[in-house]
């Protein structure tokens, strides 16, 4: 079983829909939780960071965190065909001192339709 | 430089042949990670710096794979005596300081192996 298991899709919303994209996780060791975008044959661009269980929001996005159930949510509202492109989630445990590598889902392909 | 940097963006090369990949991070980025992202899978760690030594080498697949960095920036990846399950796109990102940092991906190098 995987650290990190994710949704791969494809998904497919019209233009304007509310986008929910999920990970679960089975390490309670992972502590800080990020969101990546990642465009065809580009690299993955960082979209939201956040540690604590909650909500973070930034613009049409919207990171939540539950740790209690190891579950974390990423929501685009008022979707736009430009958010057409793969959704990483990513995770770490707490280091303090040291950098920490990132564990990886497989990602969920989203397709946004006029 | 403004972002991460890699190159080259494409290789295509023989079975048996070396190749090296090489990464110029975020100008005072003192962390640096290499990850493989294969079709259909996710982000694979492989291996990160701190300055120009690795304590994490953990995810390099086998010991044809190695990496250096050099004056605390630019870093290279090697793989020698190549083989077709090396095809894959290997992104370099890198981060501030210590602790848990967002990580900034380069756009990646395309490896091809015949």
């Known amino acids: 079983q995987k650290e990190v298991e994710q949704d791969p899709g494809p998904l497919s919303v019209p233009e304007g829909a509310i986008v929910s994209l999920n990970c679960t996780y089975s390490n309670s060791a992972f502590q800080y939780f990020m969101w990546y975008r990642q465009y065809s044959r580009k690299g993955p661009e960082l979209l939201m960071y956040t540690y604590s269980s909650g909500n973070k929001e930034d613009g049409r996005f919207t990171a939540q965190v539950d740790k209690s159930s190891k579950y974390i949510s990423l929501f685009i509202r008022d979707s736009q065909p430009s958010d057409s492109a793969t959704y990483l989630c990513a995770m770490s445990p707490w280091r303090t001192g040291t950098a920490s590598k990132l564990t990886f889902g497989t990602g969920t392909r989203l397709q946004v339709t006029l | 430089g403004a972002g991460v940097s890699q190159s080259p963006s494409n290789k295509v090369t023989e079975k048996g042949k070396d190749v090296e990949l090489r990464c110029d991070p975020i100008s005072g980025h003192t962390a640096l990670y290499w990850y493989r992202q294969s079709l259909g899978q996710g982000l694979e760690f492989l291996i990160y710096?701190?300055?120009?030594?690795?304590?994490?080498k953990s995810g390099l697949p086998s010991d044809r794979f190695s990496a250096e960095r050099t004056g605390g920036s630019v870093s290279t990846l090697t793989i020698q005596r190549t083989q077709q399950e090396d095809s894959a796109v290997y992104l370099c990102?890198?981060?501030?300081?210590?602790?848990?940092?967002?990580?900034?991906f380069g756009d990646g190098t395309r490896l091809s192996i015949l």
């Open positions: 990102a890198s981060s501030s300081g210590t602790g848990v940092q967002p990580q900034h």
């Open positions: 710096f701190q300055g120009n030594s690795a304590p994490d």
